[in-house]
T-cell receptor, first 115, second 111 residues
Framework: DTAVSQTPKYLVTQMGNDKSIKCEQN?????MYWYKQDSKKFLKIMFS???????INETVPNRFSPKSPDKAHLNLHINSLELGDSAVYFC??????????????FGPGTRLTVL | SQQGEEDPQALSIQEGENATMNCSYK?????LQWYRQNSGRGLVHLIL?????REKHSGRLRVTLDTSKKSSSLLITASRAADTASYFC???????????FGQGTRLTINP
């Protein structure tokens, strides 16, 4: 029933490990996003995909690699995790290709803790 | 880069009172959106106001936009305990495809 879902909700891992976060939306939207929210609640876009095509790639370390197998899914793989990667990662989706011209629907977030 | 700046950073009021939050931004925008985030949850879209609109209402919410001052305000009337949350403004620039969020206002409604 959930519109935008993410797994896992919590992720605790050691520095240097590789991990993935999965996102799925059942809203039929064309555009999906990954955001990072730091400890000060500052929310910043990382990536955006439209119909499986990358359209926004902010200044994110190349250890972060998004992958969209279809327009309903956008996964985030992170290699060689660092302490500074600890944050809450949100997936979102929006209708059409105009991205932020429309409202965005957010998932519940994945709290990543790197030890 | 951060676009919107919310003011105040934190606001605590009594239930039933009105709450006003302000947002300032720096560039020419296509639209401005307000989102709510309850503790430990994702963001929920509240209202979108386009650059050619000056005021918009949705239930107990009223949003104003002044493009000449590059500012917006969110008014929540007759506040309830359930309104306790962080509120974020977000803008999208003309020709851009991404939302840029401010740092939010943490609103606490005291019963």
């Amino acid at each position: 029933d959930t519109a935008v879902s993410q797994t896992p909700k919590y992720l605790v891992t050691q520095m240097g490990n590789d991990k993935s976060i999965k996102c799925e939306q059942n809203l039929g939207h064309d555009t999906m996003y990954w955001y990072k929210q730091d400890s000060k609640k500052f929310l910043k876009i990382m990536f955006s995909y439209n119909n499986k095509e990358l359209i926004i790639n902010e200044t994110v370390p190349n250890r972060f690699s998004p992958k969209s197998p279809d327009k309903a899914h956008l996964n985030l793989h992170i290699n060689s995790l660092e302490l500074g990667d600890s944050a809450v990662y949100f997936c979102a989706s929006s209708p059409r290709t105009s991205g932020g011209y429309n409202e965005q629907f957010f998932g519940p977030g994945t709290r990543l803790t790197v030890l | 880069s951060q676009q919107g700046e919310e003011d105040p950073q934190a606001l605590s009021i009594q239930e039933g009172e009105n709450a006003t939050m302000n947002c300032s931004y720096k560039t020419s925008i296509n639209n401005l959106q307000w989102y709510r985030q309850n503790s430990g949850r994702g963001l929920v879209h509240l209202i979108l106001i386009r650059s050619n609109e000056r005021e918009k209402h949705s239930g107990r919410l009223r949003v104003t936009l002044d493009t000449s001052k590059k500012s917006s305000s969110l008014l929540i009337t007759a506040s309830r305990a359930a309104d306790t949350a962080s509120y974020f403004c977000a803008t999208i620039d003309q020709g851009a495809q991404k939302l840029v969020f401010g740092q939010g206002t943490r609103l606490t409604i005291n019963p």
